[in-house]
Each structure stands twice: as C-alpha cells, then as structure tokens.
C-alpha cells in the first residue's frame, strides 16, 4: 500500500505566501518524479510545477518566478513554496507521484499515486 498526503493549505491574503508539504508512504522502493497540479472551482485540473528526483524542476508560466517546488527524496516529500499569491489561486492543489514499488508477484513497477488534496483559497 502506498499512501500519499498533502498538508499546508489554508486561507491566505492577496500578496501573502503559504508553504504546501506533500508526503508519500507505504511499499516504496523510490520515487521517481512528483508533481503538484490544482483545480479551481469549475475548471480542469493543471499542472503546476514538477520535479525529479535528480532535482530538475519545471514549472507552468502561470507560477513561475512565485512558487518553488523542492524535495527531500530521501524521506518521500516534496513541497510547493508558494509567494505572492492571488485569488486567481484559489484551488485545491494536488500532488501526484510517479513510485517505484514491488508490485504483484514480485516485479518492481512505477505506479502513479495521487492525494486527497489541500486547499488554497487567496482572499480577495
């Protein structure tokens, strides 16, 4: 069983930052890229940053220069700094993690894993 946790959302003023934590456990053998993605109320779900376990990061042009994704692979946790919010992002942030695990019969297999989801909600 693999399980994946998103903490930090909240409610925050137009300017100000929060800081989301994401936590993967379970049956891990290694996790080989996570991502946040969020979904606004009525819309789709994007994505909105990225990284692997390497370090390389990418991010969507709606946040770039204000969130920050980092991670600690070594304990299955990603965050998303993210700074000079605006109403505009106001969603449910996601994290998705791409995990190698032993799967059925043995065999080592990477497996796509999402959370529950945290809320963000920029005053206006």
């Known amino acids: 069983q693999v399980q994946v946790v998103e903490s930090g959302g909240g409610l925050v003023q137009p300017g100000g930052s929060l800081r989301l934590s994401c936590a993967a456990s379970?049956?891990?053998?290694?996790?080989?890229?996570m991502h946040w993605y969020r979904q606004a109320p009525g819309k789709q779900r994007e994505l909105v940053a990225s990284?692997?376990?390497?370090?390389?990061?990418n991010y969507e042009d709606h946040v770039r220069g204000r969130f920050t994704i980092s991670g600690d692979f070594a304990k299955n946790t990603v965050y998303l700094q993210m700074i000079s919010l605006k109403p505009e992002d106001t969603a449910v942030y996601y994290c998705?993690?791409?995990?190698?695990?032993?799967?059925?019969?043995?065999?080592?297999?990477?497996?796509?894993?999402w959370g529950q989801g945290t809320q963000v909600t920029g005053a206006s």
């Open positions: 998705n993690a791409n995990i190698r695990r032993v799967g059925v019969g043995g065999a080592t297999g990477s497996y796509s894993y």
């Open positions: 990284i692997t376990s390497g370090g390389s990061t």
């Open positions: 379970g049956s891990i053998v290694s996790i080989n890229f």
